[in-house]
């Protein structure tokens, strides 16, 4: 059982300041990432209950983990939307703010465990992460609570990066860094993990009963599958990894039905708190309308109108069109704007080019990527100058 007093609700209090922080001052984000900026990450770490050591008012957004994990809380749930570069607060606070304490908790579990890209928690985003996970994650449940748990060259969470702060902020365990390795490059060398009582309870259900291959929306959407939370996965490489961990470790995973919800889980193990209502993200239907892009290669720059049923391989003719490429080489989109990312979309997927722009979620002021022959490298810049609806 789970009571309220052993749940990390200071997470809930620190969130509700990031909240009205955002609603009372005018925050902007950067140009290159859309993180918030940096004298503003530095003013909410000063008030934050958990503060982030070993920081200064020149560290980037990534560099504060909890910060981190409320700026893309806010957006993935749609508490807050980015518009070109400033964040506006959205009417479904008032929900938000009609939650209890504990509902508020699982609503920040929730958000992070479905809808947000585990990758931005990494210095090296890998497209294995929640593999990652998996492993470490299934590995420390196998072990009775409360026991400290020392990595191998096999088992340790150091390839989870910052994800090891952020379940740690949800109470799920405390690590111990290795002193004598204490970073090798952007690692960070975990020693040792523990999980307490109620963390070791939070982790088994989210692993066994809240599978990350039936839940975790946002890696299904970006390895192609058009999935709500709960689906029956269909990367079989993905739902491989948990079957053979939880065989490995003698644990038994259960299948989600249809129409069950995320707090489902949790109801019944919560004590002392109530537990009944959920605001989960509500799944969007592709967008309709148009987008105004910006598309630019080299010196060349266009203005352009997309509609959002255009797949990537339409707008793949389309710039070859435009700028005259001859039509004989691989291409790849890559919608994070890094190079041969996992954010990939090409006829090798993960993503197929029959999606189409409406899929992405594409807010003012994204940017994207082209490249064409790789050989060459041609590539071009598509910026998002207006979104369907506005």
């Known amino acids: 059982m789970i009571h309220k007093s052993q749940l990390p609700l200071v997470l809930v209090e620190d969130f509700d300041f990031f909240l009205h922080y955002l ?23 000063e008030q934050l209950n958990v503060k982030q050591e070993e920081v200064t008012e020149k560290s980037d957004q990534f560099y504060y983990p909890r910060l981190h994990l409320f700026y893309h809380i806010v957006l993935a749930s749609g508490l807050v939307e980015r518009k070109g570069n400033s964040l ?13 304490d504990v509902e508020k908790f699982f609503f920040l579990l929730e958000t992070f465990w479905v809808n947000v890209d585990w990758t931005v928690f990494q210095v090296a985003p890998s497209d294995r992460v929640c593999d990652y996970f998996v492993e470490f994650a299934m590995w420390v449940v196998a072990h009775p609570p409360e026991k400290t748990l020392y990595s191998s060259e096999s088992i340790n969470g150091t390839r989870l990066e910052k994800l090891m702060d952020v379940f740690q902020y949800f109470g799920v365990w405390t690590y111990e860094l290795d002193p004598d390795k204490r970073r090798l490059g952007s690692y960070v060398m975990v020693k040792s993990v523990r ?45 491989y990894t948990e079957e053979s961990e939880a065989e490995k470790h003698g644990l038994t995973l259960t299948t989600s039905t249809a129409g069950e919800q995320f707090i489902d889980a949790f109801r019944e193990k919560v004590t002392g708190g109530r537990l009944e209502k959920s605001l989960a993200k509500k799944v969007k239907e592709p967008a309709s309308g148009t987008y105004t892009f910006e598309v630019t290669f080299q010196d060349e720059r ?20 435009w700028f005259g490429f001859e039509e004989d080489h691989l291409y790849s989109f890559f919608l994070d704007g890094k190079p041969y990312s996992s954010k990939e979309v090409s006829e090798y997927g993960p993503i197929m080019p029959d999606w189409t722009v409406g899929d992405q979620e594409f807010a003012e002021g994204d940017s994207f990527l082209y490249v064409y022959d790789f050989g060459n490298e041609q590539r071009v810049w598509i910026k998002v100058v207006d979104n369907v609806g506005e």
């Not at 609603?23 to 770490?45: A, L």
């Not at 939070?202 to 709500?228: I, K, M, P, Y």
Request: charged fraction near 30%; proline fraction near 3%.
């Open 195 to 239: 999980t307490t009582a109620v963390g070791w309870e939070l982790l088994r259900t989210l692993c066994l009963e809240r599978r990350v291959s039936q839940w975790n929306v946002l890696q299904r959407h970006q390895f192609g599958e058009r999935a709500d939370p709960g689906d029956d996965p269909v990367d079989l490489i993905f739902v």
């Open 302 to 321: 266009r203005v352009v109108q997309c509609p959002a049923d255009t797949t990537f391989e339409e707008l793949h003719e389309a710039i070859v069109d």
């Open 88 to 100: 506006k607060v959205q009417s479904r606070v008032d929900e938000y703010e009609a939650l209890t």
């Open 23 to 45: 609603q009372n001052e005018s925050v902007k984000t950067t140009k290159k990432k859309g993180y918030i900026q940096r004298k503003h990450c530095f003013r909410m770490n």
